[in-house]
């Protein structure tokens, strides 16, 4: 019997252990890489031929779904499920999992940090240092402030842990979450309107999954509502904040910064109005690139790959 053949299309899946890898050649999964660079004809090409897939952030259509009679299993190398036709996969019988919660602390941490530079501009004045510019830059503490994070599950809630040991007051927006949990209440309250939340926040995180109700959440309205000199922080999708808004609210002076992990165009344009402002940050999607995030969620998407091919429950099942 022909071994069951799966594709890794993930860059990072197995980069910092080979113990994923072995997982799927242990159980018998002939394994294939394609994960270097990514074109879409060459992956068109060779999916056809494959029972499972294991998926980064590239795009996995309908059309091209719809041409892989042996594909039956997607794994998402990672949390965000926006690349992948969710009703296509269901309609052709494709289970697709995902790996939500393991980089959440490495996401948080990044949130953090982002803050903290947004704070102090210490991205922006490194840079000038190192162009020849020796001068100062007042930033603002972030010790004592108020933190509006917009999205409270696994992510948003581990932003607010680390906003308690700066004593921060903590403001959260979740549609899907009514009240605080326990381990909250001393410093934590659920707004029910998000603008008037943001009246109140020095700091805003993002951390929501793009979907309709959460595409173009963040336009110039909700910018406006925050306090002058305030910063976005977002480590979620690019396309829950109208980056040409956010834009003109930085240049105004409005927003005194904003930090971006995730743009709507990725890699970002060299023309990005972005790049031209220095108080803006953009980094390269790294929310999740941390030695102990990374092992997890290869692991358990090859953990899935194997629940699968012998017949067992698989975890975190989307469809």
């Avoid at 994960?35 to 309908?62: C, G, T, V, W």
């Avoid at 925050?226 to 409005?254: F, Q, T, W």
Wanted: aromatic share 6%; net charge negative; charged share 20%.
């Amino acid at each position: 019997m022909d071994k069951k053949k799966i594709l890794i299309t993930s860059r990072s899946f197995g980069s910092v252990s080979d113990q994923p890898l072995k997982t799927l050649e242990d159980a018998g999964w002939e394994v294939h890489f394609d994960n270097q660079s990514f074109d879409m004809d060459r992956f068109a090409a060779e999916i056809p031929d494959y029972d499972a897939l294991i998926i980064s952030a590239h795009p996995f259509p309908k059309e091209l779904m719809a041409k892989c009679p042996k594909l039956k299993l997607i794994a998402k190398h990672g949390a965000g499920l926006d690349n992948i036709d969710l009703p296509a996969a269901k309609e052709l019988g494709i289970h697709v999992t995902n790996t939500p919660g393991t980089n959440s602390s490495a996401v948080a941490d990044l949130a953090f940090a982002l803050m903290m530079d947004c704070a102090r501009h210490v991205t922006e004045v490194a840079m000038a240092v190192r162009k020849g510019t020796w001068k100062t830059r007042i930033g603002q503490d972030v010790y004592g402030k108020t933190l509006g994070v917009i999205g409270f599950g696994a992510i948003g809630k581990h932003v607010a842990r680390r906003a308690k040991g700066f004593n921060m007051k903590v403001l959260a927006y979740d549609p899907g979450v009514k009240e605080v949990p326990e381990e909250f209440k001393d410093y934590c309250e659920i707004c029910p309107d998000l603008d008037e939340m943001l009246t109140h926040c020095n700091f805003v995180t993002i951390h929501l999954p793009l979907i309709d109700s959460t595409r173009n959440m963040i336009t110039a309205k909700q910018l406006a509502a925050m306090p002058e000199g305030s910063c976005l922080i977002n480590v979620a999708r690019g396309g829950v904040v109208n980056e040409n808004d956010l834009y003109e609210a930085v240049k105004s002076g409005h927003l005194s910064a904003a930090a971006c992990d995730t743009t709507v165009a990725e890699p970002i344009p060299a023309d990005h109005p972005f790049l031209t402002l220095d108080n803006i940050l953009v980094t390269s999607h790294i929310g999740m690139y941390s030695w102990e995030a990374i092992n997890a969620v290869s692991q358990m998407c090859a953990d899935n790959a194997v629940a699968w091919l012998q017949g067992r429950e698989m975890i975190n099942v989307v469809v």
